[in-house]
């Protein structure tokens, strides 16, 4: 799984701005203020959400063949979902291109939940899925018994593993403890075929 870039500042909210373009003395900056809050939020990732970034969201329909062409110039390719209402970036598919984005990785537990949170989001037919700490659970605890029936080890490892999700905002908290929204990213994160070789190997892991 990839993830863009992290700064320091990644956590500041920045959809609330002033989109009237002000000419700042010192400024070589030819974007305006919209475009400009929409680069950097796509850098820092993890993703732009329309739900939750209106006036960023805005300002990428206005302006996004120019945000693809910058995004380009640093070989970073914008992948835009309007009926998810989800944005993001991936490295831009050229050979010999610089990697830009870090890839994230995942160990078999997180596989195997981002796996399941995939697979319940495109059955949910476009709304939104919320998903509970025991279906997880129930979920995880299989591919849990090969290496160890300590419970407690067991429920170390898919905390673990519910924390990445939530730190990479895959997961999103509810309001409701212990549960979570699905982000709507999942759906585009992965290919089909990339998702029928991995889920290849983990039934045959399961079957050993």
């Known amino acids: 799984m990839e993830s863009a870039p992290r700064r320091a500042d990644a956590g500041v909210e920045v959809d609330e701005f002033d989109d009237e373009v002000v000419e700042l003395p010192d400024d070589p900056g030819e974007l305006d203020p919209g475009t400009r809050r929409v680069l950097l939020k796509l850098l820092n990732g993890p993703y732009v959400r329309a739900q939750d970034h209106a006036k960023l969201w805005a300002a990428l329909e206005r302006n996004e063949p120019l945000v693809r062409s910058r995004l380009a110039d640093l070989y970073l390719e914008l992948v835009l979902d309007r009926d998810s209402g989800v944005a993001f970036v991936r490295n831009l598919a050229l050979e010999d291109a610089p990697k830009v984005v870090r890839r994230q990785p995942l160990t078999l537990l997180d596989t195997v939940l981002v796996l399941y949170l995939r697979r319940l989001l495109l ?40 924390v990445r999700m939530t730190s990479n905002s895959i997961l999103l908290k509810a309001e409701v403890e212990d549960r979570w929204e699905i982000s709507p990213v999942l759906r585009l994160v992965f290919g089909a075929d990339e998702v029928a070789a991995v889920t290849a190997d983990l039934e045959r892991m399961a079957s050993e």
Request: glycine share 10%; charged share 40%.
């Open 123 to 162: 059955t949910s037919q476009g709304s939104r899925v919320f998903v509970g700490r025991e279906e997880i659970e129930d979920q995880l605890r299989g591919f849990l018994r090969g290496d160890t029936t300590d419970k407690k080890q067991q429920e170390d490892r898919i905390r673990r593993s519910l």
